[in-house]
């Protein structure tokens, strides 16, 4: 089995020693990785398989598993109708003495690069047909049926923790009931989709959660890109200007205007200008 830092501290793979991570994940999946392809993210592993495939690796710790486990990938196969990557096998382990779990998922390879960073400083170009197939995927993925729920940035969605991060724009009176919980990437930004064709990656997180959970995420990952915020708002329209998609809205403006957000963040003031404007209609509404 690899070994691992501590889980009781911040581990960041793209440092960390992970020699003995892909050994085991070729082992496990009989396959071998070109680390030539490897790409390394804070917390996850990707490269490209001899066979022609993609794996991805993750690293969680017990804390942000949860009683759902956490094989979106693997449960997202079941989707009808979303574009996204075919899901072939996955392995576990747990990290032999620490609170911490590896999962590798082998998918086929992506049709493009990411669209970008998960937020974007500049307006990307994407075709009437991306748009297209992004608003296919997504409004087919509402009207899937699942018992999962959505973990934005690992953490499961519950009203308690809308009503909390929204409070702040909101007076109390003001109700803050999500009314309709629909299936959700819950990780939707500019890194997961491909382009020039559409695909959307990553599934870990998926599940249910408030309407408007994903075009919310979209826009504010887009805001320093003004005509691009605008865009994502007008494609995804039914959802943001649903009551539930005004909560999404302050509740993805409170992560931007969190207390320890960079000041020089150009996302900042559209997103406070934003808050207002949603805050001031649902006090009316």
């Known amino acids: 089995m690899p070994s691992s ?40 592993l990707g490269a490209r398989t001899d066979r022609g495939t993609w794996v991805r690796v993750e690293r969680r710790g017990f804390g942000r598993i949860g009683g759902q486990g956490w094989n979106g990938t693997e449960c997202a196969a079941l989707l009808e109708g979303v574009v996204k990557p075919q899901w072939h096998r996955g392995v576990a382990w747990r990290q ?16 493009g690069g990411p ?9 990307p170009a994407l075709s009437d047909d991306w748009w297209r197939a992004f608003n ?37 009176g003001v ?15 500019w890194a997961n989709m491909t382009e020039p064709e559409f695909c959307l990656f990553d ?17 504010g ?26 909560l999404m809205t302050l509740f993805v403006c409170a992560k931007i205007l969190a207390p320890d957000a960079r000041p020089e963040d150009p996302r900042l003031e559209p997103a406070r200008l934003m808050a207002e404007q949603v805050a001031k209609d649902l006090q009316q509404n």
Do not use: C, Y
């Open 203 to 219: 599934w870990e997180d998926w599940g249910a959660a408030p309407q408007g959970l994903d075009a919310a995420s979209l826009w």
């Open 96 to 111: 032999p003495g620490e609170p911490v779990m590896w999962r590798a998922d082998e998918t086929d390879l992506l049709p």
């Open 5 to 44: 830092p501590s889980a009781h501290a911040p581990v960041d793979l793209r440092i960390a020693p992970i020699d003995d991570v892909l050994d085991q994940v070729e082992r496990a999946l009989w396959t071998q990785l070109d680390r030539s392809t490897l790409v390394r993210k804070r917390r996850s």
């Open 136 to 172: 296919g995927s997504l409004d087919a993925l509402a009207e899937q049926h699942t018992r999962r729920v959505a973990t934005p940035d690992t953490v499961t969605i519950t009203q308690s923790g809308v009503t909390e991060a929204i409070r702040r724009f909101l007076p109390d």
């Open 175 to 189: 109700d803050t009931t999500v009314r309709r919980w629909l299936p959700a990437h819950a990780d939707l930004n």
């Open 221 to 246: 990952n887009s805001l320093a890109v003004p005509a691009l915020a605008e865009r994502v708002r007008h494609e995804r329209r039914h959802d943001v200007e649903s009551r539930d998609g005004k």
């Open 115 to 123: 669209v970008g960073s998960s937020v974007l400083a500049a307006e």
